[in-house]
């Protein structure tokens, strides 16, 4: 059902190859791109790398697919690099097109109707990181394993981080649509063990007060949940910035 991956022609960035894989989707029956980023001398190395997953991945590497500007994620890895010596692989797992809404949401909207989010969470842990796991030479382990996302794609990340801890402990959550449910304010508040995951919360000044206050409400409820001395949680509210 994995068709064979392949090397992406229109772009391999720098220090950075960009492989395409189909993976089955076994609630909404059909194979889902996969684009997995590697470092350049990935065939010629040994080591095993901590892995990034990303929503949105056709947002991630090129204008090409992007749906706005692409998010230039190859450019940053390798200023990262450059400056820390750290590799990673990325996995960016294609959004769902017109169903991305309902597919980035665990709670049901009345606009939207009912949610995917949970469905897309156990294809992420139950198929996408197995396989990555299996065919590519990663640090499996939850320390190792990173989660980002971007507006809806930060609910879904948020929702990861409160029932798949234990798979994934670190979270760059950027944007985030909390406004889309008040479900998430309340399963936060009512979680408990967050201390073992690392977070990092950013939501631009510029986006609108909806955007801004469920950000700033959420800093309220997470702030309560991490034990400061760990250094495991930061909230930036940049005054400037924009979605």
Do not use: C
């Amino acid at each position: 059902e994995d068709s064979p991956k392949r090397i992406d022609s229109d772009k391999e960035p720098t220090g950075y190859n960009l492989i395409i894989e189909e993976i089955y989707y076994p609630s909404e029956r059909y194979n889902r791109t996969v684009r997995v980023l590697v470092p350049s001398d990935y065939s010629t190395s040994e080591e095993n790398y901590p892995v990034i997953y990303m929503h949105d991945g056709q947002n991630l590497f090129s204008d090409a697919t992007a749906y706005a500007d692409e998010w230039g994620v190859d450019e940053s890895l390798q200023e990262i690099y450059n400056e820390y010596g750290l590799r990673f692989i990325v996995v960016g797992i294609d959004n769902a097109g017109v169903e991305r809404m309902k597919e980035y949401s665990p709670w049901s909207n009345d606009s939207f109707g009912v949610a995917k989010g949970q469905e897309y969470a156990k294809f992420v842990i139950n198929n996408v990181k197995p396989f990555i796991d299996a065919e590519y030479r990663t640090k499996p382990d939850a320390k190792n394993t990173y989660m980002f996302g971007s507006s809806m794609g930060g609910l879904i990340s948020h929702y990861f981080m409160l029932v798949y801890a234990d798979e994934i402990a670190n979270y760059g959550i950027f944007s985030p649509s909390y406004g889309f449910s008040e479900s998430v304010f309340a399963n936060t508040q009512l979680s408990s063990g967050l201390n073992g995951v690392k977070v990092y919360l950013y939501m631009g000044g510029r986006e609108g007060a909806i955007m801004t206050d469920g950000s700033n409400r959420m800093d309220d409820v997470l702030r309560g949940k991490f034990d400061s001395s760990l250094n495991n949680y930061k909230y930036v509210l940049n005054s400037l910035g924009e979605h």
